[in-house]
């Protein structure tokens, strides 16, 4: 698939109100995905949320500890498909306890918890990608 190829499909979708295209053509994958614009009332509405969540996350930072995910790769909550997730929301964590395995380059690597305490959130779904420095768990530490 050539740069001009590319150019023409992009210039066809601008005229659609189709927000993602995939294409593969000559064992060439090409995904085409539109950023969506948000009315004036949904970005005050939006604004107004953040700013709610941003005062709220203050006060949780200073009371929660927020496991971030190491490296880039996938999150799985138990070491295979059939096991027992390593730890829910509610449950007791010790350091050094492992809470989740991210796979990297077909490598399983286990994430430990830096501290002790209690799973307050899950915040990645079992299967799905993960960022460097993502937020995975919040933790509330033993007192």
């Given at each position: 698939m050539e740069i001009d190829d590319l150019k023409e499909l992009i210039s066809l979708?601008?005229?659609?109100?189709?927000?993602?295209?995939?294409?593969?053509?000559?064992?060439?994958?090409?995904?085409?995905?539109?950023?969506?614009?948000?009315?004036?009332?949904?970005?005050?509405?939006?604004a107004a949320l953040t700013v709610e969540k941003t005062q709220a996350s203050e006060e949780d930072a200073q009371r929660f500890?927020?496991?971030?995910?190491?490296?880039?790769?996938?999150?799985?909550?138990?070491?295979s498909p059939d096991a027992p997730p390593y730890v829910d929301v509610g449950a007791r964590v010790k350091k050094g306890q492992v809470i989740c395995i991210i796979e990297a380059m077909k490598l399983m690597n286990e994430i430990e918890s830096e501290i002790e305490g209690a799973v307050v959130r899950v915040l990645v779904e079992n299967g799905q990608p993960v960022e460097y420095g993502e937020p995975l768990f919040i933790l509330e530490p033993a007192s």
């Open positions: 979708l601008q005229d659609t109100d189709i927000a993602e295209l995939q294409l593969e053509k000559d064992g060439t994958k090409v995904k085409i995905r539109r950023q969506t614009l948000l009315s004036p009332l949904e970005m005050r509405r939006k500890v927020t496991v971030t995910s190491p490296i880039v790769g996938t999150f799985y909550r138990a070491s």
